[in-house]
C-alpha cells in the first residue's frame, strides 16, 4: 500500500458511514410509510407488523455497523495524523491535514491556502514523498 492508498483510507471508511447514514433514512421513511386498505372484512392485527419488525432489525444492524466503522475510522485518524506529524514541511503537513482528515476537496484546499489548485497538487505531490508509512 502506498502513502496515498493508506491516507485515503479514512475517506472511504467516512463515505461508507454516510452510506450507511442514507440506507437509514430511508429504512425508516419506509416504516413509517403506511397504507391503509378499507374493507368490512376483519383484517389481520399482525399484518404489516413484520414488515416493520424487520426494518426495525435492519436498522438496528445498520447502527451498529456505522458505530464499529466510526471506532475504526476515529482509530484509523488518529494514526493518519500521528503519520502526518511525521512531516516537517509545514505547508506540506497542512495540505495532507486538509485532505486526509478533513476530507476538503482540492478546491476547498486552494481557498483555505490562498492559492490554486494546481500549486495545492504540487505541494500534495512533495508531501506524499516525505509519507513514512511504519
Not at 4 to 32: P, V
Not at 72 to 101: Q, T
Not at 103 to 112: G, H, N, T
Amino acid at each position: 500500500m502506498n502513502a496515498k492508498e493508506y491516507l485515503n483510507q479514512g475517506f472511504l471508511i467516512n463515505e461508507r458511514i454516510d452510506s450507511k447514514i442514507e440506507q437509514i433514512a430511508m429504512l425508516r421513511t419506509l416504516a413509517t410509510k403506511t397504507s391503509v386498505t378499507l374493507s368490512d372484512m376483519p383484517g389481520d392485527p399482525n399484518k404489516g407488523k413484520s414488515k416493520i419488525e424487520e426494518l426495525l432489525v435492519k436498522i438496528a444492524d445498520l447502527e451498529s455497523e456505522i458505530s464499529a466503522d466510526i471506532d475504526k475510522l476515529v482509530e484509523l485518524k488518529g494514526n493518519i495524523m500521528d503519520v502526518i506529524n511525521e512531516v516537517s514541511d509545514p505547508e506540506e503537513s497542512l495540505v495532507l491535514n486538509l485532505r486526509y482528515l478533513n476530507f476538503f476537496s482540492w478546491e476547498d484546499i486552494a481557498v483555505k491556502m490562498d492559492c490554486s489548485v494546481r500549486n495545492v497538487h504540487i505541494v500534495h505531490s512533495r508531501a506524499l514523498e516525505h509519507v513514512v508509512i511504519s
